[in-house]
């Protein structure tokens, strides 16, 4: 009798608990390798191409630099500030009387001898008045030379021979001379300007004045600041034409903003940003000239900068691991 449909070699008889025959587990091509003695291990799997092992001793030799970089390396902290050059022996000239003025008589970087006339000043009333009691004078001396035993001639001559020198030397303040030989450097009025007493006029300077530079530097770097230290000068519209100097004098006080405006004076104070307190250096400039993308350029008084000064430098491993200070007892260098 044929088999049901559906049933074949047995495959969906009942599970009878029996275990199945060999031929009935494993392919009959295994059993026939392993019974052949076809016995051999594989190869290891390489999971790595070759090019890792240069990745691996790459990164261990940018981790021995990088070690030695924080071992033998330094960090450091500059105090940086506006810095303002300055020429030495300059002379501010400045109106001793309100007046106009007429004429101008020089130019700037034109040398001037003492005494030279600069600029005038409008003086016709002090001319006319002078030129009356000169009349006077010359009146009253006739009449002096008439009658010399007469006390009331001669104190007349007296009085009007004072009102005389008072009179030239109201004359005298209208013209502005050169108080001593020298180079005029800038011009801050023009003819038919009015100024007012004390209104600078122009800057004369001697021919060997010493440039130099004023500096501000925190305040709170005071301490860490001494005479002779490296400062670098870099000046403002001339990238990377590098001065560098060292410091002449230090402040003893820390000055707010203020004062240091009056020190640097009225021309340059308002040029000058200072967020806060600051501390003034001073360091002469060795040449009066500098050069820049291979052209040279004269220092001018009031030109700006920003100045650095190193002050304090630390190991990069201690940065990075503040804790290692405590245990070596390292200090800021």
Excluded: C
């Excluded at 002379?91 to 020089?106: D, F, I, K, M, Y």
């Excluded at 000058?272 to 350029?297: D, K």
């Amino acid at each position: 009798m044929s088999a049901p449909r559906g049933m074949d070699n047995g495959e969906n008889a009942p599970d009878t608990g029996a275990p199945p025959h060999s031929s009935d587990v494993f392919r009959r091509e295994a059993l026939e390798h392993q019974l052949q003695g076809h016995r051999r291990e594989g190869e290891p799997l390489r999971i790595s191409p070759a090019w890792t092992r240069w990745v691996y001793w790459l990164l261990l030799a940018v981790f021995a630099a990088g070690l030695l970089f924080a071992l033998l390396g330094r960090l450091y902290e500059y105090a940086e500030g506006p810095a303002v050059v300055r020429v030495e022996g300059r002379a501010e000239l400045t109106a001793l009387a309100a007046g106009t003025v007429t004429a101008v008589q020089v130019q700037p970087g034109q040398g001037v001898d003492a005494g030279q006339v600069l600029m005038r000043f409008y003086d016709a009333q002090e001319g006319a008045e002078l030129e009356r009691i000169g009349r006077e004078f010359e009146l009253q001396l006739v009449n002096y030379l008439k009658n010399p035993t007469d006390p009331g001639a001669r104190q007349a001559l007296i009085t009007l021979r004072t009102q005389k020198e008072f009179a030239e030397v109201r004359l005298e303040e209208r013209v502005v001379r050169a108080p001593r030989a020298g180079v005029v450097s800038d011009i801050h009025v023009r003819t038919g300007q009015h100024v007012s007493i004390g209104e600078t006029l122009l800057s004369l300077v001697g021919e060997q004045s010493r440039i130099s530079i004023i500096a501000m530097l925190p305040g709170h770097y005071r301490p860490l600041l001494r005479p002779g230290m490296p400062l670098r000068l870099e000046l403002s519209g001339y990238r990377y034409a590098y001065q560098r100097l060292s410091i002449d004098s230090i402040g003893d006080e820390i000055i707010g903003p203020q004062a240091a405006r009056r020190y640097l004076g009225q021309e340059i104070a308002d040029t000058v940003a200072l967020p806060g307190p600051v501390v003034l250096i001073q360091a002469h400039l060795p040449a009066r000239t500098f050069v820049s993308e291979g052209r040279r350029y004269d220092f001018h008084d009031g030109m700006h900068g920003k100045a650095e000064v190193r002050v304090r430098s630390e190991n990069i491993l201690l940065t990075l691991v503040p804790g290692l200070k405590a245990i070596f007892g390292v200090e800021h260098g």
